[in-house]
């Protein structure tokens, strides 16, 4: 089951989003202060949160950030190496389907294929030595 990590001042935004995430029933829901970067799955964070987190950000590509359209945060952001930003005026789905795609790109110890990531990673690094 995917673990989620929700860290939002604003609460009934999290509450909504909360609902809509655990109706699915395929993942564990979290309100957390401070997100834990060590456990698996999505961080799901607004701009403050995104100050508590440790830098450079492990895994920035399962960080999802909910921020208004301001140009501080999306520079923060940008330079923490977020990949998915959702404004919070957008609908819920939006955010909703940002975390699904976190979750997708989320590295993880997935005992179904093991060694999966590993060998991906050595097939990279071949391809980097013998350039391309």
């Given at each position: 089951?995917?673990?989620?990590?929700?860290?939002?001042?604003?609460?009934?935004?999290?509450n909504?989003?909360?609902?809509?995430?655990?109706r699915?029933?395929?993942?564990?829901?979290?309100s957390?202060?401070?997100?834990?970067?060590?456990?698996?799955?999505?961080?799901?964070?607004?701009?403050?949160?995104?100050?508590?987190?440790?830098f450079?950000?492990?895994?920035?590509?399962?960080?999802?950030?909910?921020?208004?359209?301001?140009?501080?945060?999306?520079?923060?952001?940008?330079?923490?190496?977020?990949?998915?930003?959702?404004?919070?005026?957008?609908?819920?789905?939006?955010?909703?389907?940002?975390?699904?795609?976190?979750?997708?790109?989320?590295?993880?110890?997935?005992?179904?294929?093991?060694?999966?990531?590993?060998?991906?990673s050595?097939?990279?690094?071949?391809?980097?030595?013998?350039?391309?």
């Amino acid at each position: 089951m995917e673990i989620v990590q929700l860290t939002l001042t604003d609460t009934p935004y999290a509450n909504a989003l909360r609902e809509l995430l655990v109706r699915g029933g395929v993942r564990e829901v979290r309100s957390v202060q401070v997100p834990d970067p060590r456990l698996e799955g999505v961080i799901v964070i607004d701009p403050d949160a995104l100050d508590l987190l440790p830098f450079p950000l492990p895994n920035p590509e399962r960080i999802v950030l909910i921020t208004s359209n301001d140009p501080q945060h999306l520079s923060s952001a940008w330079n923490a190496g977020v990949r998915s930003v959702v404004f919070s005026q957008d609908p819920l789905a939006t955010a909703v389907l940002a975390i699904m795609a976190a979750e997708l790109r989320a590295p993880r110890a997935d005992s179904r294929c093991p060694g999966a990531h590993a060998a991906a990673s050595r097939v990279a690094s071949e391809r980097g030595r013998k350039g391309g």
